[in-house]
């Protein structure tokens, strides 16, 4: 009896992960439209004309033709080509959205979104160790940011997939320390009461 009840506790605790990352992702999509208005109203609008039948391969170009003209696109439609690639499920080519975007638009508001969408595709993909790389960026230059309760909980999830236990309770013991009321915190919580 005892084991079928730690078993249904555990699914419990699963189940509530799963809801709180969902809303926790949904939070980090509206926080992202709120800031990209802004962005917009410091670029250029004469340079928009001609790019929707090729936003996609302007993308990839190399950053010394945007040196040479000047940004291709708004830091919004950068930015919303790239998120939208990676709610498709098209990691890869949102990944180099968000690395063109941060390339092109570097003291952009949204930096550090791009940086967490860019984790956060690496850890849909299994790179957990490209991810971390992302994650930590957010920790350590945007620690107050609304991203980094949540990067500070993946990068310790991202741990915890490569067999890195420590380090991992370690970093989920992070968030509980420094965001003890958000739902990372009780997500973190959730995910350290699993570990054996």
Known sequence: KGI??????????????????????????KTSEA?????DQTHNLEQ????????EKRLSTEKKTSDETGPILSPSEAYTLAY???????YDLSILGFQNYLSLYPHSTNV???????????YNKAAYTEA????????????QHDTA???????????????KMDLAKAALGKV????????????AKGKLATMP
């Open 176 to 187: 509980t320390d420094k965001f003890p009321q958000s739902n990372e915190a009780q997500l």
């Open 149 to 163: 309760p949540n990067a500070m909980l993946k990068t310790g999830l991202s741990l915890f997939e490569l067999g």
């Open 132 to 143: 971390i790389s992302f994650f930590e960026q957010i920790e350590t230059r945007f620690p």
């Open 112 to 122: 550090p979104q791009a940086l967490y969408w860019i984790g956060q595709a690496y």
């Open 48 to 55: 928009l004309s001609n790019k929707i039948s090729s936003i």
């Open 84 to 90: 939208n690639d990676y709610l498709r499920g098209n």
């Open 4 to 29: 079928a009840e730690l078993l249904g506790e555990i699914d419990q605790l699963k189940e509530q992960f799963r809801r709180l990352e969902g809303r926790i992702e949904e939070e980090g999509r």
């Open 35 to 39: 800031v990209r208005a802004t962005d």
